[in-house]
């Protein structure tokens, strides 16, 4: 195994996998989805008279967007591997070698690479460029929130506008920390040379951009005007767009499996010797724990929206009550895996800070036992949980008090992240960083987040607060506020390992302090709306709510600010930052022992483990 | 535990940064719990329903109740903060001990997290049950509330139909909520009930308006274009003012 390095690229100008990229994949998307598009206008027949439904152009739309699928993901070469095992055959060396990226420069990650550490960069890239739509339909639905009348955008493009940065932000996030993290950071630190199954990491990865691009396709055909829960029968009535919709959920589902199977086989197979679970850092716990949860939770994501596509292009009743259905299916079916998915984006993202706490206090992480307990346990109480979106439904008033019971269960869990968190920081040595004062923001921002929770999870006040603008600024406090807060930490603590060269200290307090600031001014304010009785996705309200909003939207604009320094942080430290150490925080984790350059297999000799990461602090005299 | 004592000082709690941190949990609890206690129920609508009162109520306790989780956690990051801070590319000498755990303090953070968790299903439970019950009153004024897209309809037991609500005061009502299109949410705002407009089924909510004016009705649930414009408002007035209404409208309604 320690020769492959040696080995010589593949021959020239040979094998089929040589001559697929990103290029390829989209010239084969995009001439298919067309073809598919005349053959489905030709001969599809036309809606009979008098149908309940017009489902002709559902059903060209759909085709299309599957035809666009199989092309680019036959493009990009997802299917080489497995024609070849059909044929009984499977990749030479040499073309596992190419397929790894090896000696090949910056085209690799134009390619379906299957190296885990370009895939994480692949998946930095790609989530960074979805924090800057969402992040940039979030500033026009702050500005047509300026004044009370709105009228800015037109009430339609507002919908979609809502609904799509919605859809785009909760899959940025999903991504955020599992995707660059999770796949550059998570093997070497557990001493692994690669991911489990290359070939589905690389899969995972285009199966995003592939999904992309349907959602971007339904901006213009009538756009997704149901927000991001897309809620039937309004779904069903919703225009083309809609497609868009379904086709982005199934094929970001597909991936979001793939990536769990993969990193949960990695890290339950793949730990370096020695590498006992109690020496396993938390990050990884909290890396399996979001794939783990996201198992269960896509699938039946995946499902509803199948169900949904029926709906509209099969004249079927799932979810329409003329027919026999119900729209409570269809929130059941969003909400198991709603619930689950809040958790899926927290947990990585308090694991990381949770691994960085040590580093930056230098001493050791507080009840290693509560936190993997914690984690534990939201996970396991997460997946019964979702009825409480539901409180208000009328669907089954009845389980409203198991439900209030299961949601409050949940504090505990909770609770103990916090325990470890504010113990490790107690009595540590303050280093202070960005990643420090991030975990001290995260403390901050969380309990707003969890204790506005509390209200949200007591039945008679969710009766008043339910689909009000409070509602939306809980969320943003957890998702953002705890979540985001996390991955922007792991960005500027793993930068130096990923590109070589530390993150620039300036810009990165500018910005953490801009969006910090930013991120509590605006959501204080969507707060006090939300109180006031300004329901969620208006895009006009009466002018009482209008100096909250203002102040909302002045926020928004210094998060912008803040992010767009980030940005610009990232982009000018990675080009010219001063050149990193090996180990420039002086932590304790397998990744910080490799150079920069990483090899492509990452570790020579694979590392024996004997003790946990967290040997800070001088034993007591 | 006794690895948080040091030769230096034999008792835990005479250390100077518990001292410190004790004192800003006093404080941090007394500020949290008065902003957030203030900030909910003055940016709250007056209340126009026992069931509104019953809402502020339940955060203001939860508010209070949760103010010294937030205030220890706060207290601590403030101490923290404010010991010796290292600034540098190089960092700092390790800390001084290697405390890894301490069960006594994780047990009892999870009994008081459990107790406080109890505490808050029990206070949930009781309003809600009261809510629940209100739902069955038989004596109750029936309203039946239709949501479409994008207005409520009202009708009342005499036939009477409008797209604005009238109540009397004191009064308990049910209302039998269903939609002809897609999903809306009906919430009165000052009542403090909202339950969802479901097309194809019947949901009830309660209440008994206690305070004579003019309130809003919103719809909480995107219902598509005009979600935004679906509000009306409802009037509540004396029994007298009422009566009189109701029977002006139920009688035009039958001779039209």
């Not at chain 1, 409050?408 to 280093?431: A, D, H, K, N, Q």
């Not at chain 1, 397998?590 to 483990?609: A, G, K, M, R, S």
């Not at chain 2, 008065?34 to 019953?54: I, K, L, Q």
């Not at chain 2, 956690?73 to 404010?82: D, G, K, M, N, Y």
Request: glycine share 8%; charged share 10%; proline share 5%.
């Amino acid at each position: 195994m320690t020769t492959l390095t040696q080995h010589k690229a593949v021959a020239p100008g040979k094998s089929i996998i040589e001559k697929l990229n990103v290029f390829t994949a989209l010239a084969l998307g995009v001439i298919s989805s067309i073809v598919v598009w005349r053959l489905a206008l030709a001969f599809l027949p036309e809606d009979a008279e008098g149908a309940r439904l017009f489902s002709r152009e559902d059903k060209i739309t759909l085709l299309s967007m599957c035809a666009w699928f199989v092309g680019f993901m036959t493009g990009i070469g997802a299917l080489v591997g497995p024609f070849r095992w059909l044929m009984g055959k499977d990749l030479s060396h040499s073309e596992n070698m190419f397929l790894a990226g090896e000696n090949m420069g910056p085209k690799r990650y134009l390619r379906y690479t299957t190296d885990h550490k370009v895939v994480g960069i692949q998946y930095l890239f790609i989530t960074i460029l979805i924090f800057f739509l969402g992040g940039g339909m979030a500033m026009l639905i702050r500005t047509n929130l300026g004044t009370p009348e709105g009228g800015w955008l037109h009430p339609q493009a507002y919908n979609s506008i809502v609904g799509t940065h919605g859809i785009l932000m909760i899959v940025g996030t999903i991504i955020m920390v599992t995707g660059p993290f999770g796949n550059f950071i998570m093997p070497i630190m557990i001493g692994a040379r690669d991911m489990a199954f290359p070939r589905l990491n690389a899969l995972s990865f285009w199966l995003i951009v592939a999904a992309a691009v349907p959602l971007i396709w339904g901006q213009f055909i009538g756009g997704i005007t149901t927000g991001w829960s897309a809620y039937n029968p309004l779904a069903g009535q919703a225009p083309l767009g809609m497609d868009g919709y379904i086709m982005y959920i199934c094929i970001f589902a597909l991936s979001t499996m793939v990536a769990g199977a993969n990193i949960t086989t990695t890290v339950v197979k793949m730990r370096a010797k020695g590498m006992t679970w109690n020496r396993t850092p938390i990050f990884i716990y909290g890396v399996v724990a979001s794939v783990a949860l996201a198992l269960p939770a896509f699938p039946v994501f995946f499902l509803s929206q199948i169900l949904s596509a029926f709906d509209r292009a099969l004249d079927t009743s799932f979810y329409n009550v003329a027919g026999g259905g119900s729209g409570w299916l269809y929130e059941n079916l969003f909400w198991i895996m709603g619930h689950p998915e809040v958790y899926v984006i927290l947990i990585p993202a308090v694991a990381a800070l949770m691994e960085m706490a040590p580093v930056f206090t230098r001493r050791p992480l507080f009840s290693f036992n509560v936190a993997v307990l914690g984690i534990a346990g939201i996970s396991g109480l997460s997946v019964l949980v979702w009825a409480h979106h539901m409180y208000i439904s009328g669907w089954a008033p009845l389980l409203n008090a198991p439900f209030m019971l299961t949601t409050e269960l949940i504090s505990i869990p909770t609770g103990m992240l916090f325990l470890v968190l504010v113990g490790t920081l107690w009595r540590g040595r303050i280093w202070m960083t960005m990643p420090l004062m991030s975990i001290m923001a995260l403390l901050w921002n969380f309990m707003i987040g969890g204790v506005t929770g509390i209200y949200l999870s007591d039945v008679p006040a969710d009766a008043f607060l339910h689909g009000s603008m409070y509602v939306t600024a809980h969320f943003h406090y957890t998702l953002m506020g705890a979540g985001l807060t996390g991955a922007l930490a792991s960005l500027v603590y793993w930068f130096p390992k990923m590109t070589g060269r530390m993150f620039d200290k300036r810009l990165s307090w500018i910005s953490f302090w801009m969006v910090q600031i930013g991120f509590n001014v605006a959501f204080i304010g969507m707060f006090m709306v939300g109180l006031a009785g300004q329901p969620r996705r208006v895009e006009a309200y009466a002018p009482t709510f209008n100096t909250a909003n203002l102040v909302t939207t002045i926020g928004a604009y210094t998060i912008m600010i803040g992010m767009l320094v980030l940005l610009h942080g990232v982009i000018s430290s990675a080009r010219n930052g001063v050149k990193a150490p090996k180990n420039p925080w002086q932590a304790k984790t397998l990744e910080w022992t490799v150079d920069y350059p990483i090899p492509l297999e990452n570790f020579d000799v694979l590392p024996v483990v004997t003790s946990d990461a967290y040997g800070y602090g001088k034993a007591k005299s | 535990m006794t690895n948080l004592m040091t030769p230096k000082s034999p008792q835990w709690w005479k250390k100077d940064d518990v001292k410190k941190t004790f004192i800003l949990w006093i404080l941090c609890t007394a500020v949290i719990g008065y902003v957030g206690v203030e900030f909910h129920v003055r940016n709250m609508v007056d209340p126009a329903s026992e069931t509104m009162s019953g809402v502020i109520s339940l955060m203001r306790v939860f508010t209070w109740a949760a103010a010294p989780v937030a205030g220890l956690v706060s207290a601590i990051c403030l101490t923290v903060l404010t010991s010796k801070r290292h600034y540098g590319d190089n960092p700092p000498a390790e800390a001084d001990h290697e405390i890894r755990n301490s069960p006594k303090t994780a047990a009892v953070w999870v009994v008081v997290s459990g107790i406080m968790c109890l505490f808050a299903l029990v206070a949930g439970l009781i309003v809600l049950q009261h809510d629940n019950e209100a739902v069955l009153d038989s004596q109750a004024i029936q309203v039946n509330v239709t949501g479409q897209q994008w207005v409520w309809n009202f009708d009342y037991a005499n036939g009477a139909r409008s797209e604005d609500l009238y109540l009397p005061v004191n009064k308990p009502v049910v209302f039998h909520i269903t939609s002809v299109d897609v999903k809306h949410s009906f919430w009165v705002v000052q009542m403090g009930i909202k339950m969802d407009a479901n097309p194809g089924y019947t949901t009830e909510a309660a209440v008994t308006p206690n305070k004579i004016g003019v309130f809003d009705v919103r719809c909480a649930e995107l219902c598509g274009l005009l979600h935004a414009y679906m509000q009306t408002k409802v009037h509540v007035v004396s029994q007298a003012d009422y009566d009189a209404w109701l029977s002006a409208h139920g009688a035009t309604e039958a001779g039209a």
